[in-house]
């Protein structure tokens, strides 16, 4: 719908901020500022002080914010320059002035106050709504990434099956789960790789967009990267133990992506440390749910549609095997996973299954260059820096700090000074 006004003197006119708030609360429609009734072009002056103050309007006197759902450009027709203000339809209806807390909606050619009726439909419509379901802000989608995947698994993924998979309502409008599947989707996957047990020392991070399908597979395989295999032997026979089993790994991910709050714009948080993996995703438990409850594999998807259609992918299974699927994997080892929930957010810590083998076997664990340089000391009574440098291809400064490591967790003592200094074990280190 386009209504057209011939003259614009303030946004303080009622008539503007009452078209607003219907077309907000109703289908949307554009506002043209500079065309009469009659569709004469009269212009409009100072084009961007009344574009200003338009937008100021709209953000001050309309409740809740609206300005997501409004866009103003100017336009020139028959050589006169006019402004469309565009307005979607609001996802959180019902807009209202807040100078009159008046609730209007379109009824043919004008803007009415909506009956009391009207009004409890439009907020029992808004509170009952989960983020999946609303209409996706960006409409402009493409899913080169989920009918690859779709493909694959040989599963339909037609226009007929967007619509029944709620990725697309009946009249072609995009919801926010078809945002999340699409190449455009807004959230991402961050991981980081730390040196040691801390989250002092980076040694590589990744930021995984698109699809939440592509987001999947490649923080899967980069994850997979640190996912180390370890070598034991038995006799004659060679036993290969990867740090964390790869089931528990697969499960935790596709938990943090199914379970998270997408309503919030933060990153879903993965952190790879030399003794562990934690999975940090925003949104707490469900209302209702315990954490007894999930252990025991009770489960309520904050994002069902979400879930179903992974379910359809082969990518989980039955609700609720998640959390049991990730402790069984560790049942013959002596570490287990922790979890941890806040009101907010969720996080599942994986303890690295080797990291005992890397230990110096008084609690202390040590990272792949401290234990290296341990190593050292069964061919020598000491070493250098310059030595720990050479065998180990590191920096001057990555020496001094993996030494000074070692030498605080009372492993190792420095003897002499300056050039002439050498490292050896103490006690407690010779018994590691």
Excluded: W
């Excluded at 807040?98 to 009726?117: I, L």
């Excluded at 967007?162 to 999340?180: E, H, P, R, T, V």
């Excluded at 020392?201 to 370890?230: H, I, P």
């Excluded at 038995?234 to 943090?256: F, Q, T």
């Amino acid at each position: 719908m386009n209504i057209c006004l011939k003259v614009y003197e303030t946004i303080k006119c009622l008539s503007i901020k009452f078209i607003i708030i219907a077309f907000a609360n109703t289908n949307g429609g554009s506002l043209y500022i500079g065309i009469d009734d009659s569709g004469s072009v009269v212009g409009v002056n100072e084009v961007d002080d009344v574009m200003l103050r338009v937008t100021n309007g709209i953000r001050d006197s309309i409740k809740p914010d609206v300005t997501l759902f409004v866009t103003c450009e100017m336009e020139v027709i028959e050589h006169k320059s006019v402004i469309k203000v565009n307005v979607q339809k609001g996802s959180s209806s019902p807009y209202y002035l807040a100078s009159k807390e008046g609730v209007y909606v379109r009824q043919g050619a004008s803007s009415v106050p909506a009956t009391d009726s009207a009004i409890r439909k439009m907020i029992k419509e808004t509170d009952g709504d989960q983020y999946e379901d609303l209409r996706s802000l960006i409409q402009e989608l493409t899913f080169h990434a989920a009918e690859k995947e779709f493909a694959a698994r040989k599963v339909p993924f037609g226009a007929s099956q967007q619509i029944s998979l709620k990725l697309m309502s009946a009249d072609g409008i995009y919801s926010n789960l078809g945002l999340l599947l699409s190449d455009q989707c807004r959230h991402s996957i961050k991981l980081a790789v730390f040196e040691g047990v801390t989250k002092a020392v980076f040694k590589d991070r990744r930021e995984f967009v698109g699809s939440l399908l592509t987001q999947l597979d490649d923080a899967y395989v980069y994850m997979d990267r640190y996912n180390r295999t370890r070598a034991e032997f038995e006799g004659l026979h060679r036993i290969d133990k990867r740090d964390y089993p790869v089931k528990a790994v697969r499960e935790a991910l596709l938990n943090a992506v199914v379970h998270r709050d997408y309503s919030f714009s933060g990153s879903l948080l993965i952190s790879v440390f030399d003794d562990r993996l934690e999975f940090v995703s925003i949104g707490g438990l469900v209302r209702g749910i315990t954490y007894d409850d999930i252990m025991l594999g009770i489960s309520v998807a904050r994002n069902e549609k979400l879930a179903n259609i992974f379910y359809r992918l082969s990518l989980v299974e039955a609700y609720g095997t998640g959390m049991p699927k990730i402790m069984q994997s560790y049942s013959r080892y002596s570490v287990t996973p922790t979890i941890e929930i806040s009101d907010n957010a969720f996080k599942i810590t994986l303890p690295n299954t080797n990291a005992a083998a890397t230990s110096d076997g008084l609690g202390n664990h040590l990272s792949d260059h401290e234990q290296l340089i341990v190593e050292m000391f069964a061919n020598h009574d000491s070493i250098t820096r310059k030595e720990v440098e050479q065998q180990l291809s590191i920096s001057q400064a990555m020496a001094v700090r993996v030494l000074k490591g070692l030498c605080d967790k009372n492993i190792l003592r420095s003897v002499g000074g300056g050039r002439s200094t050498r490292y050896v074990p103490t006690e407690r280190g010779s018994r590691s």
